[in-house]
């Protein structure tokens, strides 16, 4: 898995750190409040059981499937929930928990569908930006890392459903998408 690997963007322990000084600054702003901590499956699941350790203020956590890329590389265009929230999402504050903003067309989708249904307030935490790709309007507001126009893996982010698992964040050597 690692021999795949072409450059490594972001080591263990960056993203630790990180993902720790975004914790605090949640537990901050937060303060006296419980959040609905909404996942979205499965690239974020990494991101979301580190955050949440790192969270001081209660929390709940539920999970949210949305389409994706697939196999492919290059984003589809169209948003499709998979599975969605199993809570009521009406008077509650939400942070959904992302693994990587791209176009942005995934969450410029999502977060007015969570105010639709009455949340008193959606906000979107997320590992990864690409801001070079942004076509739809996206407020972030936890951003772990800006990351330049590559596709990336590891820390929770696939490619063909592999590499979810390394604890730190790459790009995949060119030979890997040709084999
Ligand atoms: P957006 O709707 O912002 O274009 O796309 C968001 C989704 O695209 C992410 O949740 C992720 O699944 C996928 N994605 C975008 N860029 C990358 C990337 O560089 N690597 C991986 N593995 N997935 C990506």
Redesign the pocket.
């Known amino acids: 898995m690692d021999k795949d690997v072409k450059e490594i963007l972001l080591t263990a322990e960056q993203i630790q750190q990180r993902v720790a000084e975004l914790g605090a600054q949640i537990t901050a702003d937060y303060e006296g409040k419980t959040i609905l901590l909404c996942g979205?499956l499965k690239?974020a699941v990494t991101f979301f059981t580190d955050l949440s350790r790192h969270i001081r203020v209660p929390v709940e956590f539920d999970f949210l499937s949305c389409s994706?890329?697939g196999s492919s590389t290059t984003?589809s265009g169209f948003?499709k929930i998979r599975k969605d929230l199993d809570s009521e999402v009406e008077g509650r504050d939400i942070l959904i928990v992302?693994?990587?903003?791209?176009?942005?067309?995934?969450?410029s989708k999502l977060v007015p569908l969570l105010q639709d249904r009455g949340a008193k307030s959606v906000r979107l935490a997320t590992i990864l930006s690409?801001p070079s790709?942004r076509i739809a309007d996206v407020t972030v507001d936890y951003n772990g890392f800006e990351v330049p126009d590559?596709?990336?893996?590891g820390y929770g982010?696939?490619?063909n459903g592999f590499y979810r698992n390394l604890p730190y964040i790459g790009i995949l050597k060119e030979e890997v998408y040709n084999k």
Do not use: M, P, Q
């Open positions: 979205i690239g994706s890329y984003s948003v992302e693994d990587i903003i791209d176009t942005g067309t995934t969450l690409k790709r590559a596709f990336v893996v982010l696939d490619y």
